[in-house]
């Protein structure tokens, strides 16, 4: 064969390769696919998986998600109906129940996403701004379950306002009016949920700024009540400290009266037994007492307190 021959077969055989490879796509399980020819759809959404033929360079597949999906969405601005305005951030799961109205309306995920942004947003937006702030949070009347301290710190009269719709039935609203929107794009809403609600930020810190001073002076309030037992404490101890002294003061004045009495009648036993010499040895203890280098003493000769310094002579 010459050389010329085998370059045709092989472009020929490149060709038909290329061609088949074009010619076969797959469908996974997960997916759904829609045909298009020359950008317009052709048939319906093809469901089923496996292997499928189209035409070559002409047809295209689209692929989308059969599963359900998740849309998160930004957080909004909202006034409630009772003027209180509020942070607000939603959740969503969806998916593509009708691929062919899916790609007519909105081509692709990115634009379902836009879609839904505005269809969620906004009837979050109804719902927020015709209800009052406390069904939003709030999904029942259950009482709180609080400490003393904590039923300060919250508000009164929103802790006793009744809840009439309350948040999980919120929800449902902005699914069931969401819902009748989105068939139109092919999409099919299964939840919607308020992910989270939170005050704007100058309310926010004004909230905090209250929280703050509450605890602040449930502080004070415990300081105070702390510093009362303290010095209650303290003025027992020194109740309890007097009296201790004083019990002691008194034993011991106790004993020292029994030492004087007993010292008493051991001197007069003594004094009794020989008084001279008691009293010679009371004044020579008084000589040396009252008596030194320096000490000068006028006395009379005859004074008795010299008896026994004339009687040495």
């Known amino acids: 064969m010459k050389q010329p021959a085998k370059i045709v077969i092989a472009v020929a055989a490149l060709l038909a390769l290329l061609v088949l490879?074009?010619?076969?796509?797959?469908?996974?399980?997960?997916?759904?696919?829609?045909?298009?020819?020359?950008?317009?759809?052709?048939?319906?959404?093809?469901?089923?998986?496996?292997?499928?033929?189209?035409?070559?360079?002409?047809?295209?597949?689209h692929v989308f998600e059969k599963r359900w999906l998740e849309w998160d969405g930004d957080s909004n601005q909202i006034p409630t109906k009772d003027k209180k305005y509020i942070w607000v951030d939603t959740y969503a799961r969806w998916r593509i129940s009708d691929p062919l109205v899916f790609f007519q309306r909105v081509r692709d995920e990115r634009g379902a996403y836009s879609r839904l942004d505005d269809i969620i947003d906004g009837e979050t937006r109804n719902a927020i701004a015709n209800h009052n702030l406390i069904e939003i949070v709030r999904t029942s009347n259950r009482p709180f379950e609080t400490t003393g301290e904590l039923q300060e710190v919250l508000d009164v009269v929103t802790v006793l306002e009744k809840v009439e719709v309350g948040r999980d039935k919120i929800n449902a609203i902005i699914l069931k009016a969401a819902s009748a929107i989105t068939p139109e794009y092919g999409i099919e809403l299964r939840d919607v949920k308020l992910k989270r609600v939170n005050y704007v930020d100058d309310v926010q810190r004004k909230v905090f700024d209250r929280m703050i001073s509450e605890r602040k002076r449930i502080a004070e309030r415990y300081r105070s009540e702390g510093d009362g037992k303290s010095a209650e404490i303290r003025g027992q101890r020194e109740r309890e400290a007097k009296r201790i002294e004083s019990e002691a003061y008194r034993k011991g004045q106790e004993v020292m009266g029994k030492a004087d009495a007993e010292a008493t009648q051991i001197y007069a036993a003594a004094y009794n037994r020989d008084p001279a010499f008691y009293q010679f040895?009371?004044?020579?203890?008084?000589y040396r007492e009252i008596m030194g280098r320096e000490t000068v003493l006028i006395l009379s000769t005859d004074a008795e307190f010299l008896k026994f310094l004339r009687q040495s002579k």
Do not use: R
């Open 21 to 61: 490879s074009d010619a076969f796509y797959i469908v996974s399980e997960t997916n759904q696919v829609i045909l298009t020819q020359f950008g317009e759809p052709v048939g319906g959404a093809i469901m089923n998986p496996g292997l499928h033929v189209k035409l070559p360079f002409v047809q295209k597949t």
């Open 281 to 286: 040895i009371k004044t020579l203890d008084t």
